[in-house]
């Protein structure tokens, strides 16, 4: 299987959501609905092109938005510490862009925190 940026956040993050039986509450663009929290969501948002001189230098670049959600403010902000430093560390080595940004949404009651990542990876 070719190497992902999705592929590269899922396996990384699918841990810090695990709920047993080879289940996780990870996923790509949005959760289902009535899924458990807290929970992660991830989607490419950007990247930058990598090329020489001599055309495409076999590296690919990937910016990750990952977004937590749980039931409570706490709950979010110590995800998305996880998250961070899961990203950041080995063997990833994901840059973030920026600081977290917290979010609320008024209509299910959710907490939420978001936060871009460069990631260098070769396909």
């Not at 949005?30 to 929970?39: D, F, H, M, S």
């Not at 055309?55 to 996880?82: E, F, H, K, P, Y």
Request: proline letters at 5%; a negative charge; charged letters at 20%.
């Amino acid at each position: 299987m070719a190497n992902s940026a999705e592929l590269i956040v899922y396996t990384a993050l699918k841990g810090l959501v695990a709920v047993g039986d080879g289940k996780f509450r990870c996923y790509a663009d949005i959760a289902p609905l009535a899924v458990v929290k807290p929970y992660i969501t991830y989607q490419a948002v950007g990247g930058q092109a990598e090329h020489t001189l001599n055309g495409g230098s076999g590296i690919a670049n990937a910016r990750m938005q990952i977004n937590v959600w749980a039931d409570s403010r706490s709950a979010a902000t110590a995800l998305m510490a996880s998250v961070k430093a899961t990203m950041e560390g080995d063997p990833i080595k994901a840059v973030p862009i920026g600081q977290p940004v917290s979010e609320y949404e008024d209509e299910t009651k959710l907490y939420g925190s978001r936060l871009d990542f460069s990631i260098w990876y070769y396909p």
